[in-house]
């Protein structure tokens, strides 16, 4: 057959599921074919079953494989197939189409009953573009078309493992068997990418600090992170096991990566904050909602909320926070009350019930709730008195205040890679990043420029956080020229 499959066993595996995420959903059918090389001779078995999900399956996923709830009803649970299944995937190359997902899904499956499991896998959709890189697009339904593969029940487990194992006998047939062979070693000896990236994808990433950008089928990132070791974290998106539906998700789309290198993580949190806000992908959702974010100042002993966009730099140091949405706020000023004993009615965040108001009219204000279960020292009833109420509530949220700011004008905060290769120097004024440049020159230009300030409480928590642990040396700018 092909030298790189002789003597090895291979196992040619469909499943179908209640949906695409394999941390939450569940596998309804497993389909595998077996295959054993031995010299010029191939052993082929056939195993399928149904897997009872244990929970519904969705209408338009029983319309899609024609499995429905009654057929699962009474079919074993994975947990009563493992073990044979184990034996039937053991020392075998696990060949799939879009490998990741069905691999995903059953490491999932078998993580739940704490068996450990890998397996080398082989993606029938990246040697599809690997020998076909001109012909799109290789999902399965191209593939039959394109080789005359029907005849099998598509979109059944079996029927999927069968079209595959023809789809290798075809490829032989048709193709040199060293061109073929040769494929199929590549892309066993290649660590796994995502089925729409080319093979090669990842080879020129450096493991060095930076900000990575995933790409879908258009010009618009889908995706940016950052990592302190830009591979090492890409290839964890792509590890196959799919911890999470996000990566799961992405897998599916990416089509291309970009990265940028910087000197170190300060650079990195900066230029992903930087370029999630001006891109605005689709995936990076908490880091999108800075619309949202709030600050907290104190009026007459009350919490005002106020979006944090809007506040002068010179009146932050009289505010609280951040916090990340008006909700998320008033969330942690009600817990500061409840470990504090305050009174959440005092603080404005309790109402009275417009009959009960009425009935404090003439008669001495009734308790908050929490003053009823003794949790709140009664600033409500009288008990406290408002100004030390005041107090009391102000020393609560003193470790939220935001930090003045330290220096006398605007600075630059310089981090150097450790192997002495890369400077980044970052240009910040009243904790606004007016830009990032790689000579003090620049710097010393970028912050005479009328630049706009504007306080964003993701780059204060980064710069707030760098400073305390000296990860970066600061140079007044402004004042370099007059010691020199």
């Known amino acids: ?156 487990a079996l029927g999927d493992a069968r079209v595959l194992w023809r789809f290798l006998q075809r490829l032989v047939e048709r193709r040199p068997p060293l061109e073929v062979d040769e494929a199929i070693r590549t892309l066993l000896a290649r660590t796994s990418t995502p089925p ?121 140091p009289e505010h609280h926070g951040p916090f990340s949405s008006r909700a998320s706020a008033r969330t942690q000023v009600v817990e500061l009350a409840r470990e504090h004993g305050l009174c959440l009615l005092t603080l404005g965040l309790e109402r009275r019930s417009k009959a009960t108001a009425e009935a404090c009219a003439d008669a001495p204000p009734a308790p908050c709730f929490a003053f009823q279960v003794k949790r709140c020292r009664g600033a409500c009833v009288g008990e406290e008195a408002p100004a030390a109420h005041a107090a009391r509530f102000a020393d609560a949220l003193a470790h939220a205040r935001i930090d003045p700011w330290p220096f006398a004008g605007t600075i630059a905060l310089i981090e150097r890679r450790t192997d002495a290769l890369r400077e980044d120097i970052h240009v910040v004024d009243r904790w606004c990043w007016l830009g990032s440049v790689r000579t003090l020159d620049a710097a010393e230009t970028l912050a005479a420029t009328d630049a706009p300030r504007s306080f964003e409480p993701d780059v204060y928590r980064i710069l707030r956080s760098a400073l305390a642990k000296g990860a970066v040396d600061v140079l007044p700018l402004g004042l370099r020229a007059a010691a020199e």
Not at 97 to 117: C, V
Not at 215 to 234: D, E, M
Request: glycine share 6%; hydrophobic share 45%; aromatic share 6%.
């Open 1 to 156: 057959m092909l030298a790189c499959l002789s003597e090895r066993r291979c196992v040619f595996v469909d499943l179908e599921t209640t949906g695409t995420a394999a941390a939450r959903e569940r596998i309804t059918e497993i389909g595998i074919v077996t295959v054993d090389f031995d010299g010029g001779s191939a052993r082929v078995q056939e195993w399928s079953t149904l897997v009872n999900p244990e929970r519904p399956i969705p209408s338009e996923i029983q319309w899609l494989t024609g499995i429905t709830n009654d057929m699962v009803r009474q079919a074993p649970r994975f947990a009563e197939l493992a073990d044979d299944l184990l034996e039937r995937l053991r020392d075998a190359v696990f060949i799939a189409h879009n490998a990741r997902f069905d691999y995903g899904f059953l490491k999932a499956e078998f993580a739940r009953l704490g068996i450990p499991w890998r397996a080398t896998t082989l993606c029938t959709v990246r040697l599809s573009r690997l020998l076909d890189p001109d012909r799109s697009p290789h999902n399965l339904d191209a593939i039959v078309a394109r080789y005359a593969l029907d005849g099998e029940q598509r979109h059944r």
């Open 196 to 316: 729409m990236l080319p093979p090669d994808a990842l080879d020129g990433i450096p493991d060095t600090p930076g900000v990575y950008l995933f790409y879908g089928l258009n010009a618009h990132p889908i995706y940016i992170g950052k990592s302190l070791a830009l591979r090492t974290r890409v290839m964890a998106h792509f590890s196959a096991d799919h911890a999470n539906a996000q990566d799961a998700k992405l897998t599916q789309e990416v089509c291309r990566i970009d990265w940028e290198e910087t000197a170190g993580e300060v650079s990195a949190l900066l230029r992903e904050a930087d370029l999630v806000k001006t891109r605005l992908p689709a995936h990076n959702i908490a880091l999108r909602r800075r619309q949202n974010q709030m600050l907290l100042r104190l009026a007459d002993g009350k919490p005002k909320f106020v979006p944090a966009l809007k506040v002068a730099l010179d009146a932050l």
